[in-house]
């Protein structure tokens, strides 16, 4: 009788655990939701807005439409390159209500005012809102501009377990160009065959134009089977 009685306590300590560990996963989401906006004042108007449509009405809107904000951050971003402008608008339709759209844009256009510890900030806030594409981002941000080959594996990773191809043909990329390991190169990229490119353009890449030894490739074959 005592054993069933300390089988049926490890059960309800591990579905506590359980309950704790999914608690911890869905806290950095939940913040976000529940984070309390402090409304910024609105952007003054712009008269080179008016050379593009529906830009005076989303200005009207834009006291209490945050999607209207973001369509004037995509219009200076867009059409006139004023990025900073761009900022001013996204951050203003952000404390009127997060969406993670516009967290992705804001931060893409941090990046191209290479301030990437914003982007970073922001793409993370995106990414927590359901936002796939932005792990896909945050890997480039990290491989390309700031060499942290780390940080670019986990969220290249990231994107790959949201079905992103991009990710696969990229992470291939750092492992050949940046980490070294042409096994795992060879891994993702056979993963490619008949859903981006054909087994012929794979294999001339992987052997002709990398060099990478037929035994590596064959390797790599084994061990995409449990990669992707």
């Keep these: 009788m005592s054993r069933i009685k ?3 306590n490890i059960l309800i300590i591990a579905i506590i655990s359980l309950n704790l560990t999914a608690c911890e996963d869905n806290k950095s989401s ?9 409304k910024l004042p609105k952007p003054e108007w712009d ?6 449509k529906n830009t005076i009405e989303w200005y009207q809107l834009a006291d209490e439409d945050e999607k209207a904000a973001f369509n004037i951050g995509n219009t200076y971003s867009i059409k006139l390159k004023n990025y900073k402008k761009a900022i001013e608008w996204y951050l203003y339709s952000d404390s009127i209500k997060t969406n993670s759209d516009n967290l992705l844009n804001l931060a893409n256009t941090y990046e191209d005012l290479k301030q990437y510890e914003d982007a970073i900030k922001y793409m993370k806030k995106s990414f927590q809102l359901g936002k796939n594409e932005a792990a896909y981002n945050l890997g480039l941000i990290y491989s390309k501009k700031l060499n ?3 940080n670019a594996e986990i969220w290249f990773k990231k994107a790959i377990e949201r079905k ?3 990710a696969i043909k990229n992470i291939g990329l750092l492992y050949h160009e940046s980490i070294k390991n042409d096994l795992k190169t060879s891994a993702y990229y056979i993963t490619l ?3 981006r490119y054909s087994k012929e353009e794979v294999l ?8 990478i030894p037929n035994d590596i490739i064959q390797k790599g074959y084994e061990l995409q089977l449990e990669t992707v």
């Design 204 to 211: 001339n890449l992987l052997k002709n134009k990398w060099k």
């Design 30 to 38: 939940n913040k976000i939701k529940t984070e309390k906006k402090v």
């Design 148 to 150: 942290d080959y780390k």
């Design 6 to 8: 300390t089988i049926i």
């Design 47 to 52: 008269n080179r807005l008016t050379n593009y």
């Design 193 to 195: 065959i008949d859903k």
């Design 164 to 166: 992103s191809l991009s």
